[in-house]
């Protein structure tokens, strides 16, 4: 423990950050991922910790901090609209001073050779301001239409906050089906790519002139997870204005590992401002987790907290990812599409799938709801309702309710024509990890 407390003090001295006392009342247990085991020290503070984890010893995040944020080679920092705006305005225009404090942080964090990828909020706010208006517009149309006015806005104040540190800024406005959408997909993190290879800082919005589902996306939130899945980036930071999630007596929750075990208490924290909440941001954190990546959720207004959270300081509330890594096309499949239909199957039929690592034969469908098409995503439940699993169909709707609970032999004769033998094949499948 002695060596912990070294290594500790070592790495607050190369942050360049005041020097705190070092946790009290420590012991360890371990933290296995991807074949690595990580010394995770368990510590007497006034933060909550999730007792239900999966894990047999409740794990701490000082270590996660350490050896997987602390060593993130790339980020996507999600900046949330109550952080954007100023309070003096009452949220009708942007806080050009929090602007100029969080360009610089990122600079510093890039000097540190992290790759950062903002997502902004604030385009309406901006569209207010510059129209005179006093209040956030009702109307979805007359949303739209402040939020092409203050897109222009919010990346001027963005150019010049950036300008004096000598970095460019790029603008990309991606709507929902940029993601669901392959070819699209892969596009974004190519043309991501380029800009940071061309030390230009890339900047995501929604672009809520031309989708009404994007207003409701959850403050940028999901953009964000999806976002950084991909982009394959090693950590994903949502900013707000809670020092993460909160129990019913105030205290930091964390970490966090199982996301369901805490809905409950996110349903308390919903922002007044924004349009997220606490909700969005779990839901963005089980989508970067299941990837094999940390997310964390802070408060923004911390001094520095960018660069405290990366010199793996206690702040807010981490979100401790799976214990496997998903390559780009499982994320696409399994995070990021959205699914088309539900597939429910029978217990033989979950257990091969989530144990076994077997396709999806028909003889274990035992129903299914939607309309899709060969090609689509579709929800793979047990028959308690769980998702176990997504995977890409190589039957449509119509075609599954023939076959299903069928053996393969017997599906050309229903169909009247050559067919596959798996309806999902374990190729095209993710199963969900925890």
């Given at each position: 423990?002695?060596?912990?407390?070294?290594?500790?003090?070592?790495?607050?001295?190369?942050?360049?950050?005041?020097a705190?006392?070092?946790?009290v009342?420590?012991?360890?247990?371990?933290?296995?991922?991807?074949?690595?085991?990580?010394?995770?020290?368990?510590?007497?503070?006034?933060?909550?910790?999730?007792?239900?984890?999966?894990?047999?010893?409740?794990?701490?995040?000082?270590?996660?901090?350490?050896?997987?944020?602390?060593?993130?080679?790339?980020?996507?920092?999600?900046?949330?609209?109550?952080l954007?705006?100023?309070?003096?305005?009452?949220?009708?225009?942007?806080?050009?001073?929090?602007?100029?404090?969080?360009?610089r942080?990122?600079?510093?964090?890039?000097?540190?050779?992290?790759q950062?990828t903002?997502?902004?909020?604030?385009a309406?706010?901006?569209?207010?301001?510059?129209?005179?208006?006093?209040?956030?517009?009702?109307?979805?149309?007359?949303?739209?239409?402040?939020?092409?006015?203050?897109?222009?806005?919010?990346?001027?104040?963005?150019?010049?906050?950036?300008?004096?540190?000598?970095?460019?800024?790029?603008?990309?406005?991606?709507?929902?089906?940029?993601?669901?959408?392959?070819?699209r997909?892969?596009?974004?993190?190519?043309?991501?790519?380029?800009?940071?290879?061309r030390?230009?800082?890339?900047?995501?919005?929604?672009?809520?002139?031309?989708?009404?589902?994007?207003?409701?996306f959850?403050?940028?939130?999901?953009?964000?997870?999806?976002?950084?899945?991909?982009?394959r980036?090693?950590?994903?930071?949502?900013?707000?204005?809670?020092?993460?999630?909160?129990?019913?007596?105030?205290?930091?929750?964390?970490?966090?590992?199982?996301?369901?075990?805490?809905?409950?208490?996110?349903?308390?924290?919903?922002?007044?401002?924004?349009?997220?909440?606490?909700i969005?941001?779990?839901?963005?954190?089980?989508?970067?987790?299941?990837?094999?990546?940390?997310?964390?959720?802070?408060?923004?207004?911390?001094?520095?907290?960018?660069?405290?959270?990366?010199?793996?300081?206690?702040?807010?509330?981490?979100?401790v990812?799976?214990?496997?890594?998903?390559?780009?096309?499982?994320?696409?499949?399994?995070?990021?599409?959205?699914?088309?239909?539900?597939?429910?199957?029978?217990?033989?039929?979950?257990?091969?799938?989530?144990?076994?690592?077997?396709?999806?034969?028909?003889?274990?469908?035992?129903?299914?709801t939607?309309?899709?098409?060969?090609?689509?995503?579709?929800?793979?439940?047990?028959d308690?309702?769980?998702?176990?699993?997504?995977?890409?169909?190589?039957?449509?709707?119509?075609?599954?309710?023939?076959i299903?609970?069928?053996?393969?032999?017997?599906?050309?004769?229903?169909l009247?024509?050559?067919?596959?033998?798996?309806?999902?094949?374990?190729?095209?499948?993710?199963?969900?990890?925890?």
């Open positions: 423990m002695a060596g912990a407390r070294r290594s500790w003090a070592a790495g607050r001295a190369r942050s360049s950050l005041p705190r006392a070092p946790p009342d420590t012991q360890k247990s371990s933290w296995k991922r991807s074949g690595r085991i990580f010394d995770v020290l368990i510590c007497d503070r006034p933060r909550s910790t999730i007792k239900n984890l999966k894990s047999p010893i409740p794990l701490m995040s000082t270590q996660i901090r350490k050896d997987v944020l602390g060593k993130a080679r790339s980020v996507v920092i999600k900046v949330g609209s109550q954007m705006t100023s309070i003096s305005t009452g949220g009708s225009d942007l806080d050009i001073d929090y602007l100029r404090d969080m360009a942080q990122i600079v510093e964090l890039r000097a540190r050779r992290v950062v903002l997502v902004s909020s604030g309406i706010a901006a569209g207010c301001a510059e129209m005179g208006l006093e209040r956030r517009p009702r109307d979805v149309a007359d949303q739209q239409a402040v939020a092409a006015v203050g897109q222009r806005r919010l990346m001027t104040h963005l150019h010049d906050a950036f300008a004096p540190h000598g970095l460019k800024v790029a603008q990309l406005l991606l709507t929902r089906g940029d993601f669901d959408d392959r070819d997909f892969l596009n974004i993190r190519n043309c991501v790519g380029h800009l940071h290879r030390d230009c800082l890339p900047v995501i919005n929604e672009n809520d002139t031309v989708a009404v589902e994007e207003l409701r959850g403050d940028n939130d999901l953009l964000a997870a999806l976002t950084c899945n991909a982009l980036a090693d950590a994903l930071v949502l900013l707000t204005v809670v020092d993460g999630l909160l129990d019913d007596q105030g205290n930091t929750v964390d970490p966090v590992e199982d996301i369901g075990s805490v809905l409950g208490m996110a349903r308390a924290q919903v922002s007044t401002l924004g349009t997220g909440g606490m969005t941001k779990l839901e963005a954190a089980r989508l970067v987790t299941e990837a094999g990546e940390i997310a964390v959720v802070a408060d923004g207004r911390v001094p520095d907290v960018l660069a405290r959270l990366f010199a793996a300081e206690p702040l807010g509330t981490i979100f990812p799976a214990r496997r890594k998903l390559d780009s096309r499982s994320r696409w499949i399994g995070l990021t599409k959205r699914a088309a239909g539900t597939v429910t199957v029978d217990a033989g039929a979950a257990a091969a799938l989530s144990r076994r690592g077997k396709s999806l034969l028909a003889s274990g469908i035992t129903g299914t939607g309309q899709f098409e060969r090609g689509e995503v579709v929800l793979i439940r047990d308690a309702g769980r998702e176990i699993a997504r995977g890409l169909t190589n039957y449509n709707a119509d075609e599954l309710r023939l299903m609970g069928k053996r393969s032999n017997q599906f050309q004769k229903v009247h024509r050559p067919a596959y033998d798996e309806v999902v094949h374990r190729d095209n499948l993710v199963v969900v990890s925890r």
